[in-house]
């Protein structure tokens, strides 16, 4: 069976009218996220993400720590970028190590800035970002981002917005060694995932079990047409045909 996912549109203040082909544009709403319902048996969350401006300086927990104060899985993650404006930056971890109250004053005072590894991104490149990373997506971006069941984030540095941060928890969870970052090899496997690429020109008999996130083209999975923007829940080996196309395909572990 092949069940096409249910998608939901979430507006942010980073976020951007300009969304296609992915998602149709919008001239009133800044889409930020749009999210992909899986079934309750994959324990996965699938997103693409759209920036025009920074989103905040952030961390996630690992299971551990969010179960015990949220009683929620933690939060490990990739990002796999679809476009990226000229100049357009990540950032993952940081460049010195640092003191628990060090991380806290810098963040307070916006110096964390300064103490990130920004990274120039281009489209096709992946990047794996576990639980206690610190991290934060420029803007002029789309990314598909797969991840852990969870919406557990600790904002570090939120660039003067209105919005709370959660420094106690963020700074509990954070990895504070120097970190030298760098792209990650498809397929990603982790504890919670495993995520690869799959280009399609002509026709392929792929396997069941498993999630298609529709990143490039168009075409038919079994018996739905799919284009860029769309993912399907795969549950049966089916066929998949296009003159060209590109998916990445996740599995839980």
Request: overall charge negative.
């Amino acid at each position: 069976m092949t069940r096409r996912l249910a998608t939901t549109a979430h507006e942010k203040v980073w976020g951007s009218p300009q969304t296609e082909p992915w998602h149709r544009n919008s001239e009133a709403r800044n889409i930020g996220e749009i999210w992909f319902a899986a079934s309750a048996s994959v324990p996965l969350l699938v997103k693409l993400l759209f920036t025009s401006d920074n989103l905040s300086v952030q961390v996630h927990p690992k299971d551990e720590y969010a179960k015990e104060h949220h009683n929620s899985p933690g939060k490990t993650e990739m990002w796999h970028i679809l476009r990226a404006a000229p100049g357009a930056k990540i950032a993952l971890g940081l460049r010195e190590t640092l003191e628990p109250e060090q991380l806290r004053e810098a963040s307070l005072s916006g110096e964390i800035m300064n103490l990130l590894n920004w990274v120039e991104v281009q489209p096709g490149e992946t990047y794996f970002v576990p639980a206690g990373t610190i991290h934060a997506i420029g803007g002029g971006l789309t990314l598909c981002e797969v991840q852990q069941y969870s919406d557990i984030t600790y904002r570090l540095y939120d660039y003067g917005r209105d919005r709370e941060l959660h420094l106690d928890h963020g700074v509990t969870v954070s990895h504070l060694e120097a970190h030298t970052p760098g792209t990650a090899e498809l397929p990603v496997e982790c504890n919670y995932f495993r995520t690869d690429r799959l280009d399609i020109r002509g026709s392929v008999r792929v396997t069941g079990g498993k999630l298609y996130i529709a990143i490039a083209g168009e075409g038919s999975i079994g018996d739905e047409t799919f284009r860029a923007g769309e993912a399907f829940e795969v549950n049966s080996d089916v066929e998949i045909t296009s003159l060209d196309a590109v998916f990445l395909v996740t599995e839980a572990r």
